[in-house]
């Protein structure tokens, strides 16, 4: 059989500070309701027999993730009992007198993860089509500029046309 691997690096996990790892099972269950990356951590964490304090949750983010302060991640927990998929389990204090996060799936839960549904919305592959080059249309600066520059070439010729025919000269005989 297979190993089968998480969407993590566990390499950094501490299991003394914060528990054991949560099972490639938990970690896709919380991946079947989205938002994968620190948020279905902090889920898959919550779903652990024990289940886990904001303080684990902060400092595994930071380890797994390697982003200093990973703040908590209740938002998506907290809708994903709103919406009946999880239920919150009563959970005793964790040893600072941390809140402890600790929740089961619903029947309902398990019907969206047994469907295959998610709460992201479906991305469906579509052929990029090339962008087409858009003419380069001349603002009113560079005509402007365009206009000097041809009003400076005139005054030039004008003050001095020997020396212009003589450069004329010059360049038709080299070439």
Avoid at 18 to 47: E, W, Y
Avoid at 88 to 117: F, M, Q, W
Wanted: hydrophobic content about 40%.
């Amino acid at each position: 059989m297979a190993k089968q691997t998480s969407h993590y690096d566990f390499s950094k996990w501490s299991n003394k500070a914060c528990g054991p790892r949560p099972t490639v099972d938990l970690i896709n269950t919380a991946h079947g309701f989205g938002k994968p990356g620190k948020q279905s951590l902090a889920v898959a964490m919550a779903l652990r027999s024990g289940g886990t304090t904001a303080n684990q949750v902060l400092a595994m983010i930071e380890a797994v993730f390697n982003v200093p302060g990973g703040r908590p991640q209740n938002n998506h927990r907290t809708r994903l009992i709103k919406a009946g998929w999880l239920n919150r389990l009563p959970a005793v204090a964790g040893d600072s007198n941390h809140t402890c996060y600790a929740v089961e799936l619903t029947a309902k839960g398990k019907a969206h993860i047994a469907a295959g549904h998610t709460m992201a919305p479906a991305l469906k592959a579509e052929p990029v089509k090339p962008a087409k080059a858009k003419a380069r249309r001349k603002g009113a600066a560079q005509k402007r500029g365009e206009a000097k520059f041809a009003a400076a070439v005139a005054e030039a010729v004008a003050a001095n046309p020997e020396v212009i025919d003589a450069q004329i000269n010059a360049d038709v005989a080299s070439s």
